[in-house]
Protein backbone atom coordinates (compact mmCIF):
# COMPACT_ATOMS: atom_id res chain seq x y z
CA UNK A 1 0.00 0.00 0.00
CA UNK A 2 1.32 3.06 -1.02
CA UNK A 3 0.65 6.39 1.13
CA UNK A 4 -0.23 9.99 -0.67
CA UNK A 5 2.45 12.34 0.10
CA UNK A 6 -0.43 14.92 -0.79
CA UNK A 7 -2.73 13.52 1.74
CA UNK A 8 -0.20 13.74 4.71
CA UNK A 9 0.77 17.03 3.80
CA UNK A 10 -2.38 18.55 3.35
CA UNK A 11 -3.31 16.30 7.35
CA UNK A 12 0.05 18.24 8.45
CA UNK A 13 -1.50 21.57 7.35
CA UNK A 14 -4.71 21.00 9.10
CA UNK A 15 -3.20 19.93 12.54
CA UNK A 16 -1.15 23.19 12.41
CA UNK A 17 -3.77 25.37 11.64
CA UNK A 18 -6.05 23.72 14.19
CA UNK A 19 -3.39 24.47 17.03
CA UNK A 20 -2.95 28.08 15.90
CA UNK A 21 -7.01 28.04 16.33
CA UNK A 22 -6.85 27.19 20.03
CA UNK A 23 -3.66 29.02 20.71
CA UNK A 24 -5.70 30.78 23.61
CA UNK A 25 -7.67 28.03 24.44
CA UNK A 26 -7.35 25.92 27.73
CA UNK A 27 -6.91 22.61 26.84
CA UNK A 28 -6.71 19.57 28.96
CA UNK A 29 -3.56 17.26 28.04
CA UNK A 30 -2.21 14.27 29.74
CA UNK A 31 0.77 16.80 30.50
CA UNK A 32 -1.17 19.19 32.45
CA UNK A 33 -4.17 17.12 33.95
CA UNK A 34 -3.23 16.89 38.06
CA UNK A 35 -3.87 13.29 39.71
CA UNK A 36 -6.25 14.18 42.10
CA UNK A 37 -5.31 11.62 45.05
CA UNK A 38 -7.69 10.47 48.15
CA UNK A 39 -5.56 10.40 51.36
CA UNK A 40 -6.11 6.90 52.32
CA UNK A 41 -4.05 7.73 55.16
CA UNK A 42 -7.12 6.92 58.24
CA UNK A 43 -8.87 4.97 55.75
CA UNK A 44 -8.88 0.74 55.90
CA UNK A 45 -9.00 -0.48 52.57
CA UNK A 46 -10.82 -4.11 52.17
CA UNK A 47 -9.18 -5.85 49.21
CA UNK A 48 -10.66 -8.67 46.98
CA UNK A 49 -8.91 -12.23 47.41
CA UNK A 50 -9.72 -14.12 44.95
CA UNK A 51 -11.01 -12.94 41.03
CA UNK A 52 -14.25 -13.32 40.48
CA UNK A 53 -17.71 -11.43 40.42
CA UNK A 54 -19.07 -8.71 43.09
CA UNK A 55 -22.01 -9.21 44.34
CA UNK A 56 -23.08 -6.76 47.12
CA UNK A 57 -26.55 -9.05 48.42
CA UNK A 58 -26.79 -12.56 49.20
CA UNK A 59 -29.82 -13.00 46.41
CA UNK A 60 -30.86 -10.54 43.23
CA UNK A 61 -33.23 -8.03 44.70
CA UNK A 62 -32.26 -8.79 48.44
CA UNK A 63 -31.03 -6.65 50.85
CA UNK A 64 -27.54 -5.09 50.66
CA UNK A 65 -24.40 -6.57 52.84
CA UNK A 66 -23.24 -2.83 53.32
CA UNK A 67 -24.21 0.29 52.75
CA UNK A 68 -21.85 3.87 52.89
CA UNK A 69 -22.02 5.10 56.06
CA UNK A 70 -23.25 1.96 57.81
CA UNK A 71 -21.33 1.01 60.71
CA UNK A 72 -19.58 -2.52 60.41
CA UNK A 73 -17.78 -5.06 63.35
CA UNK A 74 -14.62 -6.78 62.10
CA UNK A 75 -15.52 -10.36 60.02
CA UNK A 76 -19.11 -8.91 58.63
CA UNK A 77 -19.46 -9.92 55.43
CA UNK A 78 -19.13 -7.18 53.41
CA UNK A 79 -20.12 -8.78 49.52
CA UNK A 80 -19.77 -12.00 48.16
CA UNK A 81 -17.57 -12.97 45.37
CA UNK A 82 -18.41 -16.11 42.74
CA UNK A 83 -15.96 -17.33 41.57
CA UNK A 84 -16.04 -20.83 39.43
CA UNK A 85 -19.94 -21.57 40.76
CA UNK A 86 -18.57 -21.33 44.41
CA UNK A 87 -19.51 -17.93 46.66
CA UNK A 88 -17.23 -16.56 49.01
CA UNK A 89 -18.11 -14.26 51.42
CA UNK A 90 -15.71 -11.44 52.07
CA UNK A 91 -15.21 -10.28 55.63
CA UNK A 92 -14.17 -6.98 56.61
CA UNK A 93 -10.75 -6.75 57.95
CA UNK A 94 -11.35 -4.27 60.84
CA UNK A 95 -13.91 -2.36 62.86
CA UNK A 96 -15.50 0.99 60.71
CA UNK A 97 -17.92 3.09 59.23
CA UNK A 98 -18.23 2.26 55.09
CA UNK A 99 -16.68 5.17 53.32
CA UNK A 100 -16.93 4.11 49.77
CA UNK A 101 -18.29 0.97 48.16
CA UNK A 102 -15.56 0.86 44.91
CA UNK A 103 -17.51 -2.08 42.76
CA UNK A 104 -21.04 -2.06 41.27
CA UNK A 105 -23.26 -5.21 42.08
CA UNK A 106 -21.92 -7.99 39.33
CA UNK A 107 -19.15 -6.38 38.37
CA UNK A 108 -15.77 -8.51 37.83
CA UNK A 109 -13.10 -8.22 40.27
CA UNK A 110 -9.19 -9.00 40.59
CA UNK A 111 -7.20 -10.09 42.74
CA UNK A 112 -6.10 -7.73 45.67
CA UNK A 113 -8.75 -4.59 43.99
CA UNK A 114 -9.69 -2.53 46.32
CA UNK A 115 -13.77 -3.08 46.75
CA UNK A 116 -14.43 -0.83 49.91
CA UNK A 117 -12.91 1.97 52.10
CA UNK A 118 -13.87 2.14 55.80
CA UNK A 119 -12.93 4.67 58.20
Do not use: R, W
Not at 7 to 20: G, H, N, P, R, S
Not at 53 to 68: Q, R, S
Not at 70 to 95: L, R, Y
Amino acid sequence: MEIDKKIVIKLIQALEDLKKSLKDIDIETKDNIVDEKIDLSDKIIVKSPIVGTAYLAAEPGGKKFIEVGKKIKKGDTVMIIEAMKTMNHVPSSSNGIVKEICVEDGQPVEFDQKIVILE
